[in-house]
């Protein structure tokens, strides 16, 4: 259960978050015990025997939540993919959108972040960066992040609609 939340009715999803959150809150420990382990390139979720199977499951429960408008139960699940594989463009996608429907912006931003790190032509994760920034009122931050989703959208035809939104978006911040 998350903080005062009833628990979810469906106990499979109501197992993934659980395990999601208990999770996260092991990671400290493991990311003490395994230095080495993690230094030469294994994953937490190597570490904890996790494997693809595992996260594309907590994936499926994540953006189940997610697309029900349950950002909250939706968050501790998108956060534990992203601590376990955080080479996921997708997962660190996932737990930006969350945390931007929670208003917790400058996380977001450092999500959107993470998943650019993973493939800089991601344009919805610059697209969503500047929106961050602009609600933090980092109208500079925000127009260069617009840019880049504007500048991906023309190299990309998937992300041509974002960039109109982008130049919009960008030329109100002027």
């Known amino acids: 259960m998350i903080h ?8 499979v999803i109501e197992g993934a978050i659980a395990a999601s959150c208990q999770s996260l809150a092991g990671m400290g420990t493991l ?6 382990a993690l230094q030469s390139g294994h994953s937490p979720g190597d570490l904890r025997g ?31 993919l992203v601590a376990h594989e955080a080479r996921s463009v997708k997962y660190s996608y996932l737990a930006g959108l969350c945390l931007q429907k929670r208003q917790r912006y400058r996380e977001a931003a450092v999500m959107y972040l993470l998943a650019l790190g993973q493939d800089a032509t991601h344009a919805p994760s610059a697209f969503r960066m500047g929106e961050c920034c602009a609600a933090l009122g ?37």
Request: net charge negative; glycine share 2%; proline share 5%.
């Open 50 to 80: 996790m494997n693809h199977e595992d996260y594309e499951a907590l994936y499926a429960v994540a953006m189940q939540l997610y697309e029900a408008g349950d950002h909250e139960r939706a968050l501790p699940v998108s956060l534990a």
């Open 138 to 174: 980092e109208t500079e931050s925000a127009q260069q992040a617009y840019e880049h989703a504007v500048a991906l959208g023309r190299c990309d035809e998937r992300y041509h609609h974002l960039q109109s939104e982008a130049m919009a978006r960008s030329r109100r911040l002027s």
């Open 31 to 36: 990311l003490e015990h395994c230095a080495d």
């Open 4 to 11: 005062s939340l009833p628990a979810h009715p469906d106990p």
